[in-house]
């Protein structure tokens, strides 16, 4: 800023607010900068917190509003720790974590390793593959029950072009057996790419000098690939099994979409039961209570992975 | 000239003759389902704006949405929505919450009589506590689940003959359960207008009330009762009954031999679907699809034919209510102008135009009228069916209720998992929870 612009701007401040501006010590002046932040995050991150936890102590239901509320202790905790449908979801929602974070790695991490690689058309392969994760969720499950449809949809004809297998037989989100490996091919389909960009991101940043070093001491691809490739890659890859790994655990729309947690409770994901228990049987204390313990749940796991994070990147 | 001061003179009349709450013209937001009864609501509703001078605004949510977002709305007390065609299973809570303004004041006041509506409608749209004279709602819309099948494919000679045959009788509309599963039996896997057809179509949907309202139809004319009629909310025996359980398999059997493949998720528009698209021989759906399917280019006209639920193994008759009544909003800022609206919708000659326009009135001085029965094909069914009406439990912990038996028959019906007795037998557990936490015991 040049000198006379400057002088003018200091001219144009009051004299009474300079003064008292000067007489602000950093710390304070700092603390004013981040006290909107902090006044936001304690509005719609912790007091709603508090809140759930305390209603998590209660019988209160939304839909009742006339009726005293009830301290109930933890009595709503226990009932969702001893319920059979609760584990029920939890298993659902741990073939499905488990399933797409496993797929998702090795596809997306195979598809960053050849795209890597130089060769023509490279970037519009990069588009086309990122293409579903810029879909919308619901989008993405609506447009898959027709895929999957019996009848009409290309996924069973596809499979019948494979194996023969007549396509009105099976319905991937009608079945038992079936349904659960349903979702976890579409959310794998779209979110395959996610993992591609970060493992990308990580093949890009290792230097090339350390593989001409490498061919200089005459290592095999194979053996750059295991000692050079993976371990640089690793913290990169267990960041984008961090994402999924949230994400996945609070995977609701795409599955509403897809099986509404069906066949009978088969793809019934723990935000699905949340969600039931909250917004259609309006249980809210009960909900607060699942609510609560999903929270410690995905942050205690979070906080144990983070920590194993770290200490790979400090290797 | 001279007409159109007519029409006005009569519109400043109606206006007169509304009682005048309105001083001046409100907006008045009125809540449904998104379906075409709320299209010819829309239409209806133009005359109420030309006489009251109040703007008639509309927020329609599809199905599978509705409660959640309406039920939402009024356990928060919010403003959106002044006058709300809610369902017949949410009275119980609205009324005990406060949700909905009582109107027996109201009717009385402007001589709004409830015997002058199909008994079933006022008890299933209007009364909390049931079978009490204490009103909520005006019955708005009418509605049951009964069936449609292809009438043509049922009169063709080689289709008649292979059924002889077959079974020993004439293809024709079933008079019992059974019967109806012989048929969908029969054209499971058949070719019919060049392609391969399936035999039913049946409410199988997971999320929100869709294979209760299914299931229960078999149910009820097998024998299921809700609970002991001398000992109420005692389910013990009644709901998981050994004419319960046969009812159950039934609608699992049917599940199993006859729909279309894929059809583990579908409800009214999946039926509707499958319908007019040629693929099924018999559809269960709600009355309210009937006129769409009526004048569709494919099944409609003489295509189709309409009949009510056949009868159980014991000769036994019911059928699934559907439909709604209209009720002001207590959070609503205009309740008067809600009112008027009412007003206006119970008068009869709006409730026959409602009925041409493809709205399911339930007023008896439209459906009793001599000319009702043969106004259109599926009249005289809406009739039979009208007659033979139950509804799911009304009480303020319905969804909860609800949830338990979409999760207990789907998990059976569909899934396949354990038996009808299992799923019943846990339904009436759950159902006891539900009604102890409620302090019923």
């Not at chain 2, 369902?87 to 949700?99: C, L, P, R, T, V």
């Not at chain 2, 709600?286 to 099944?299: E, K, L, M, R």
């Not at chain 2, 009228?369 to 009739?383: E, N, V």
């Not at chain 2, 069916?385 to 319905?398: G, H, L, N, R, T």
Request: hydrophobic share 45%.
């Amino acid at each position: 800023m040049s000198e006379p612009m400057a002088r003018r701007i200091a001219s144009a401040t009051p004299s009474g607010l300079a003064h008292r501006i000067r007489g602000l010590s950093d710390r304070t002046i700092a603390w004013l900068f981040v006290a909107p932040t902090i006044f936001l995050l304690l509005a719609v991150n912790i007091f709603p917190l508090i809140w759930t936890i305390r209603l998590s102590l209660t019988d209160f239901r939304t839909n009742r509003p006339n009726n005293p509320v009830k301290f109930v202790g933890i009595e709503n905790y226990k009932k969702i720790l001893t319920d059979v449908d609760t584990w029920t979801s939890l298993q659902s929602t741990a073939h499905f974590l488990i399933w797409t974070i496993v797929l998702q790695v090795l596809i997306g991490f195979t598809l960053a390793y050849l795209i890597n690689k130089k060769f023509r058309g490279n970037d519009l392969w990069t588009t086309l593959i990122v293409l579903p994760m810029m879909l919308s969720p619901a989008v993405v499950g609506n447009f898959w029950t027709f895929l999957y449809q019996p009848q009409i949809g290309l996924f069973n004809y596809f499979i019948e072009f494979f194996s023969g297998t007549d396509p009105a037989s099976f319905s991937m989100i009608g079945e038992v057996n079936l349904a659960p490996w349903a979702i976890v091919i579409v959310d794998t389909w779209m979110w395959t790419p996610f993992v591609m960009l970060i493992c990308l991101a990580g093949l890009r940043s290792i230097p090339s000098s350390i593989y001409e070093a490498a061919e200089c001491d005459r290592a095999s691809k194979w053996r750059q690939f295991w000692t050079i490739t993976i371990p640089m890659v690793l913290p990169f890859l267990m960041l984008a099994v961090l994402f999924r790994g949230i994400e996945n655990f609070k995977m609701f729309d795409l599955v509403v979409q897809l099986t509404g947690g069906g066949p009978g409770s088969t793809t019934q994901l723990v935000s699905i039961d949340l969600k039931r228990e909250a917004f259609e049987k309006w249980r809210t204390g009960y909900a607060s209570a699942y609510a609560v313990i999903l929270f410690v749940t995905v942050f205690g796991l979070a906080s144990i992975y983070v920590k194993a994070l770290n200490k790979v990147k400090d290797r | 000239m001279k007409a159109r001061l007519l029409k006005t003179s009569a519109a400043l009349a109606v206006a007169a003759a509304m009682g005048g709450t309105t001083a001046h013209a409100e907006d008045l937001t009125l809540c449904w389902a998104a379906w075409d009864p709320a299209n010819a609501l829309i239409e209806l509703s133009k005359d109420y704006e030309a006489q009251s001078g109040n703007k008639m605004h509309f927020e329609f949510v599809p199905w599978t949405n509705f409660a959640d977002r309406f039920l939402n709305e009024l356990n928060s007390g919010g403003k959106l929505c002044d006058l709300l065609i809610g369902d017949s299973q949410w009275i119980g809570g609205a009324a005990e919450n406060n949700q909905y303004i009582k109107l027996n004041d109201f009717f009385d006041k402007n001589g709004i009589s409830m015997d002058s509506f199909i008994p079933a409608t006022v008890v299933g749209y209007a009364e909390w506590p049931k079978n009490t004279p204490n009103y909520w709602s005006l019955p708005a819309f009418g509605d049951v689940v009964g069936w449609t099948y292809r009438k043509d494919w049922f009169a063709e000679p080689k289709n008649q003959a292979d059924f002889k045959a077959k079974y020993g009788r004439d293809l024709g509309v079933p008079a019992t359960f059974a019967e109806l599963k012989d048929i969908a039996e029969f054209f499971q896997g058949r070719e019919e207008d060049g392609k391969k057809v399936y035999g039913a179509s049946i409410y199988t949907e997971r999320g929100s009330e869709g294979i209760t309202m299914g299931a229960m139809d078999v149910l009820y004319s097998f024998g299921f009762k809700y609970d002991n009629p001398d000992k109420p909310y005692d389910m013990e025996g009644f709901v998981n009954s050994a004419k319960s359980v046969a009812g159950l398999e039934f609608y699992k059997a049917l599940y199993d031999c006859c729909v279309p493949p894929g059809s583990s998720n579908s409800y009214m528009g999946e039926g509707v679907d499958a319908y007019e698209s040629g693929q099924v021989a018999l559809q269960m759906n709600f009355a309210f699809t009937w006129p769409g399917i009526n004048t569709n280019a494919n099944v409609g006209g003489d295509k189709t034919g309409y009949f009510a639920n056949p009868a159980g193994p014991d000769g036994d008759k019911f059928a699934q209510l559907g439909g709604q009544g209209i009720s002001v909003v207590a959070a609503s800022d205009k309740q008067d102008a809600a009112l008027t609206y009412i007003k206006w919708f119970a008068q009869p000659e709006v409730q026959a135009k409602w009925w041409k326009l493809g709205g399911y009135s339930a007023l008896k001085a439209v459906v009793e009228d001599p000319g009702f029965a043969t106004s259109q094909p599926y009249a005289q069914t809406f009739l039979d069916s009208m007659a033979i009406v139950k509804d799911f439990w009304a009480e303020p912990s319905y969804a909860t209720l609800l949830q338990s038996s979409q999760k207990w028959f789907h998990d059976y019906v569909v899934a396949g998992n354990g038996t009808a007795k299992e799923a019943l037998d846990g339904l009436v557990a759950d159902w006891h929870a539900t009604f102890e936490e409620e302090g019923k015991y």
